[in-house]
Structures are given as C-alpha cells and as structure tokens.
Nanobody, 123 residues
Framework: VQLQVSGGGLVQAGGSLRLSCAAT????????MGWFRQLPGKEREFIAT????????YYTESVKGRFTISRDNAKNTVYLQMNSLKPEDTALYYC?????????????????WGQGTQVTVSS
C-alpha cells in the first residue's frame, strides 16, 4: 500500500486545514486508516482512526470536537479536517493504514505509512 499525503501548511491559530491521504496498491475499503503526528525527538502521537466502513471513529482527547476523520472509499482517500487549530497542534502529520482492527491507537499496530506533512499553527 502506498499512501500519498497532502494538505499541510501554515495557518493562524483558530484556523482550519484539511489533510488528504490517497491510497493505492490494496483494496482501500478493507483498511483501517489513521492519522498520527510527531514532534522532533518525540514518539508519534495517535490522533484519530476510522474503520473500513466509516461506521466507527476514535479520537485522542486533545482533538475531540475540533478534528474530524472521514474517508471516501470510492476515491481511496482518507481525510483529516482540522478546525480551531492551536499552536500545540504544530507537528509533522502522518497517514497510516492497517490491515486489521479494531481501532488501534499505537503506531506499531499499523502496517503502512505515508510521508509526513508539516502543519504549523502560528499564535
């Protein structure tokens, strides 16, 4: 599975960004998809995950109510809509895919990773 991430950038606090992750190489609608982020010198932090059917989503507490994960299986793409961004959301954001569920929150439980995209939130 290859994952191509797009949509990062610089935004002011309170603003919004949408990250996209396009998958190729495997039947997308069988994959559990997730988003993580990472700061230099830190471990990757779980943000959100979504089941293959979109029936179930799960978020880390710090982004609940602000971020929304969604997917379009017809387009083989998963999204992360980020609203009310804060400076502490600044990080390198990664898309990931897993062949098994349920909804995992640890990076080692995922099988495929896209390249990171930088999100910078200015105060």
């Amino acid at each position: 599975v290859q994952l191509q991430v797009s949509g990062g950038g610089l935004v002011q606090a309170g603003g919004s960004l949408r990250l996209s992750c396009a998958a190729t190489g495997r039947t997308f609608n069988t994959l559990y998809m997730g988003w993580f982020r990472q700061l230099p010198g830190k471990e990757r932090e779980f943000i959100a995950t979504i089941s293959p059917s979109s029936r179930t989503t799960y978020y880390t507490e710090s982004v609940k109510g602000r971020f929304t994960i969604s997917r379009d299986n017809a387009k083989n793409t998963v999204y992360l809509q980020m609203n009310s961004l804060k400076p502490e959301d600044t990080a390198l954001y990664y898309c990931t895919a897993g062949q098994a569920g349920p909804l995992y929150t640890r990076s080692r439980e995922y099988d495929y990773w896209g390249q990171g995209t930088q999100v910078t939130v200015s105060s």
